[in-house]
């Protein structure tokens, strides 16, 4: 990211900034929600450009999205330990996606930002309980 380049992108817009500040987590946890409502959203466009269920996004393809995106070029200077750390944050949140999806019943392309907060504060709860 450049300082004379404003960001004209948000990862998440004010209205989903404030419903994860306002849920019950610490910050750590926070980051953990923004990142997987922000995957939620990326591997939604990855799953409408592919035309494939998100269950069946590849890690390669997570990459080869990353390196494509405009509205990310826009936000950093890309080189390849970014691509991969960007790419591995997006799979790595598969992973509550998956936890979600199995206990909602739904599959990962209907989860709401609202399902994705509860399951976060749960698991803050029962992490803090045991």
Request: glycine fraction near 2%; aromatic fraction near 6%.
């Amino acid at each position: 990211m450049t300082a004379d380049r404003p960001i004209t992108v948000e990862f998440l817009n004010p209205e989903e900034a404030a419903k994860v500040d306002a849920a019950l987590l610490s910050s750590q946890e926070k980051f953990l929600a923004r990142v997987t409502i922000y995957a939620l959203r990326s591997l939604g466009q990855i799953s409408a450009e592919r035309g494939i269920d998100i269950e069946e996004i590849t890690p390669d393809l997570v990459a080869e999205w990353v390196q494509r995106d405009r509205n990310i070029h826009q936000q950093v200077d890309m080189d390849a330990s970014f691509v991969t750390f960007f790419s591995n944050l997006i799979v790595s949140s598969l992973k509550p996606l998956r936890q979600i999806s199995a206990e909602s019943g739904k599959p990962i392309a209907d989860i709401t930002i609202e399902q994705v907060l509860e399951w976060f504060e749960r698991e803050a709860k029962r992490r803090v309980e045991t």
